[in-house]
Structures are given as structure tokens and as C-alpha cells.
């Protein structure tokens, strides 16, 4: 009489959350694997490239489980890309030597949060005559938990198009730049010069992000008799 073998694996792989949103944090995953045909397996062994995970070589009974933990830091890289998709592999071999090949993935998304500030200030507030050189101060800063690309400056009182290419910023990271303007008669006269400067940039998904602010000139100007 001859036996009818059926070699057969579940593979199931799960995740001890379903997001994420900062750089740092540990996502537990664990590994499962269940003998569910009528023959002994040899030579099982659990695989996640990810977390770098291998498991030793075992061998599993029909109807025998078996499970690991296996863990993973979340990387800026994996905010920016907005998901870690991990996937599991369990090898094993029937006693035919026929190699079972089972996978099971699991997907953990990211809370992206993109978030730009802008500070830009005046080295003075009084102006008093044409010619008066006022140095602006911009400080840019990414307060998101994504890195933010294609930013630029502009500020329309300082020139056309753009001020400065400020390119990438990362979380956390912040940017200085300053700019000369001269004071015109037409400034004296208006007595206050509002100026405005924005940045704009894109974050990974590419979305606009953009961010303003204002200083403000008061011009002594009493006039004459």
C-alpha cells in the first residue's frame, strides 16, 4: 500500500503595530509556521531579509508549530518611502526531497507629518534715509518627521524668482541665510516697508509644503514745513 503524502506549510508573519512616525522606533514582528500537510518536514528554516533574521534548521511533525520574534528600527528612510512592507520566508523539504517555499508579508505605514517654519528677521526696524543697507535674516527649519526637497527661497523685495536654493532639509535640520536690501526714497516716503519672504518645497510624495513671514521697516520720516 502506498501512502499518500501531501506536504503542506502555513506561513503567517504579523506585526506588533500598524504605524509608525518617528525615526528610533522598534517594530516586533513574529514569525509563524505550522506543519499542516501529513509529513514530517526537515530542514525548515524561517528567512526575513529585513530584520536579518535566519532560524537554525528544524524539523517539524504534522500539525507542529513554530514561532520566532524577530525585530526592526525604523529608519528616516523608511518615514520618507511612507510604509515598511516585510516579508517572511519558510523553506523546508518533505521526504521526497521536494522543497516546500511559503512567504507571508505584512505592511506597517508611516504618520508622515511634514512640517516647515520660516523666521525672518530685520537688523534694524528704523530707517531714516535712501541708501540705509538692512541686512534680512532667514531661518529656515524642517519641524516635520520627513525630509523635505526642492526648497526654495523667494522674497520679492530682495529680487526676482529665487533667492537661494536651499535644496533638502531633513527633520530637524535648519537652514541660515541673509540678504542685504538698500532703502529707497520711495521707502522714506511710504514710512513702513512690509516685506515678505516665502519657502516652498516638496515632500516625498510630492506635495507642496510652503511656509511665510514678514518684517517690517518704519521710516522716521516727519516731512516738511
Not at 530682495?158 to 533638502?168: A, D, I, K, N
Amino acid at each position: 500500500v502506498t501512502a499518500v503524502q501531501t506536504p503542506a506549510l502555513n506561513v503567517e508573519k504579523t506585526a506588533d503595530r500598524g504605524s509608525y512616525a518617528a525615526v528610533g522606533e522598534v517594530i516586533t514582528y513574529t514569525l509563524f509556521a505550522q506543519n499542516t500537510g501529513n509529513v514530517t518536514l526537515s530542514d525548515v528554516v524561517f528567512t526575513d531579509d529585513l530584520t536579518g533574521f535566519i532560524s537554525t534548521a528544524i524539523t517539524l511533525a504534522p500539525g507542529q508549530i513554530q514561532t520566532y520574534t524577530t525585530t526592526y528600527t525604523v529608519s528616516q528612510s523608511d518615514l520618507d518611502r511612507g510604509e515598511i512592507l516585510n516579508e517572511l520566508k519558510v523553506d523546508g523539504v518533505a521526504p521526497d526531497q521536494s522543497v516546500l517555499s511559503e512567504v507571508s508579508d505584512v505592511r506597517v505605514v508611516a504618520l508622515q507629518a511634514a512640517s516647515l517654519d520660516l523666521n525672518k528677521t530685520a537688523s534694524q526696524i528704523v530707517i531714516t534715509q535712501a541708501g540705509d543697507l538692512v541686512t534680512y535674516n532667514f531661518v529656515i527649519s524642517n519641524r516635520g518627521n520627513v525630509t523635505l526637497s526642492n526648497l526654495e527661497l523667494r522674497d520679492p523685495k530682495l529680487g526676482s524668482g529665487v533667492l537661494f536654493t536651499v535644496g533638502t532639509l531633513s527633520p530637524g535640520e535648519v537652514r541660515n541665510y541673509s540678504a542685504v536690501y538698500t532703502v529707497t526714497q520711495t521707502d522714506i516716503d511710504n514710512r513702513l516697508v512690509l516685506n515678505t519672504a516665502t519657502v516652498t518645497g516638496l515632500t516625498p510624495k510630492g506635495a507642496t509644503v510652503s511656509a511665510i513671514d514678514s518684517a517690517l521697516l518704519v521710516s522716521l520720516n516727519f516731512g516738511g514745513i
